[in-house]
């Protein structure tokens, strides 16, 4: 679940979509770094801090301080965004993507294979005038799965326990299967993948399959992707 740097060793701060923001500040703002996982592949990342409170896969633009804010739903602003990987509260410090696939927060799902703009503050859907994300793409829709099979269930607990590390998962992704509540998603992710908390406990105890569904998110594939500049 973690990126693995592939520059120099950049200290105590992971590259992972394991829920990893930090108050403390650990690198120099703006610092830009690479790195590969199984299963995201090869992405980069630019350290910001969240100048306001930002929800897992939103969308952000950066100031002269990069501090980071959700990209306003403005037309034509020609800016550069970056996609949170966890949810920051304002004042964290942590790691955006700017190119490699992503999960992309959105108010609807885009195909794979289409393009995408802007519907709400760090939010994205159909493309509008003016408003479409130049160099991203959606690779998978919200109605994408990603399925963990042999997954241990306890009732009452929110708590899984996976036989494969949570690769494909992400803090926010739904959850569904036996002993598995409605309206479940996922709110932390070990750093090992293997253990997951969900905001919801079990309803039944077992080895069970468990389908996360993109809902919410799309899966999208950014280039350092800027919003749609002025067209004369």
Excluded at 50 to 71: P, R, Y
Excluded at 85 to 92: E, F, K, L, N, W
Aim: net charge negative; with cysteine.
């Amino acid at each position: 679940m973690a990126f693995a740097n592939i520059n120099a060793n950049i200290g105590n701060q992971p590259v992972s979509f394991s829920n990893d923001p930090d108050s403390t500040q650990r690198h120099v703002l703006g610092r830009e770094i690479s790195g590969v996982d199984p299963y995201w592949g090869g992405g980069k990342f630019i350290y910001l801090k969240a100048g306001e409170a930002i929800d897992m896969g939103e969308l952000n633009v950066w100031d002269k301080d990069f501090n980071a804010t959700n990209v306003p739903n403005t037309a034509n602003t020609g800016r550069p965004v970056a996609a949170a990987i966890y949810p920051m509260a304002s004042g964290d410090y942590g790691w955006f993507c700017v190119e490699g696939e992503v999960p992309v927060a959105a108010t609807a799902s885009v195909a794979a294979g289409t393009t995408f703009g802007l519907t709400g503050a760090g939010t994205v859907g159909a493309v509008t005038n003016g408003k479409q994300i130049l160099n991203a793409v959606s690779v998978l829709a919200s109605t994408g799965t990603v399925v963990k099979a042999n997954t241990t269930t306890v009732s009452g607990s929110n708590v899984l326990r996976l036989s494969d590390p949570a690769d494909g998962w992400f803090y926010g992704i739904a959850l569904s299967g036996t002993g598995i509540a409605a309206n479940t998603t996922v709110t932390g992710i070990s750093d090992d993948g293997r253990t997951v908390t969900m905001n919801n406990n079990a309803t039944a105890s077992g080895s069970v399959t468990v389908t996360g569904t993109y809902t919410g998110f799309i899966k999208a594939q950014l280039s350092r992707s800027f919003v749609q500049g002025q067209v004369s």
